[in-house]
């Protein structure tokens, strides 16, 4: 059972790059999300998806693309990196999309610098 | 909008002291609330959950009480260890209409034990 798998693990830009962070779920999780981590301030939500071909914007969404093609994959694009996206990113899934009962499952995380 | 505030890190402790993380939270409605664990270079774990006022959360020695008058959810372990040197984030998530299970996460807790 893979769980969450996320990669690469880690990856460096040049700004103005373009790149897709992959992420992917074995459990037939219908939530799934992407969060940034960046020090002093937790983890906080880029974008969500509560099911295939349904995709919202979360607490910091500009600079960021999301599709949700198949229950499986939820990738994340990096449209034209800026050294502010330096961070750690994290995938996460759940069974229901109501989170509130059903604890989230997270990945190990991708480690991203812009240049 | 809803908000999670952990006390102020990091945190170093002697093993089988006392721990306490302390966590108050703000939110709208009547939130779920959580703690997550994330060990060096792995994404996060979690550790416990409450769901309703004054219930108790537990696993591995770790404990919380979702206290709704005082709007607090800390975390306590009578005896910590060396493996429990982490990382620790209080979360809460908002069930049902359009919040989908989102996780608001605090800023995180470095825990150091040592021998």
């Known amino acids: 059972n893979a769980g969450v798998t996320q990669t690469p693990k880690f990856q460096v830009l040049k700004t103005g790059q373009s790149m897709t962070l992959q992420c992917a779920q074995d459990m037939n999780h219908e939530y799934m999300s992407w969060y940034r981590q960046d020090p002093g301030m937790g983890l906080r939500l880029i974008h969500y998806s509560v099911g295939a071909g349904i995709t919202d914007q979360g607490e910091v969404p500009n600079g960021y693309n999301v599709s949700r093609s198949t229950t499986e994959d939820f990738p994340l694009r990096l449209l034209s990196a800026a050294p502010s996206q330096t961070s750690v990113y994290f995938c996460?899934?759940?069974?229901?999309?109501?989170?509130?009962?059903?604890?989230?499952?997270f990945g190990d995380g991708t480690r991203l610098s812009i240049l | 909008g809803d908000s999670v505030t952990q006390m102020e890190g990091p945190v170093t402790l002697s093993e089988e002291a006392f721990l306490t993380i302390n966590c108050t939270y703000t939110?709208?409605?009547?939130?779920?609330l959580f703690w997550y664990v994330q060990y060096p270079g792995e994404g996060l774990q979690l550790l416990l959950k409450a769901t309703k006022a004054d219930d108790k959360g537990s696993n591995k020695g770790f404990e919380a009480t979702y206290r709704k008058e005082t709007t607090s959810f800390h975390l306590e372990k009578g005896s910590v260890q060396v493996s429990d040197s982490a990382v620790y984030f209080c979360a809460l998530s908002e069930s049902g209409g359009t919040s989908y299970g989102k996780l608001t996460f605090g800023q995180g807790t470095i825990l150091t034990v040592h021998p």
């Open positions: 996460a899934s759940s069974y229901r999309f109501d989170g509130s009962n059903q604890p989230q499952h």
């Open positions: 939110a709208t409605g009547y939130p779920s």
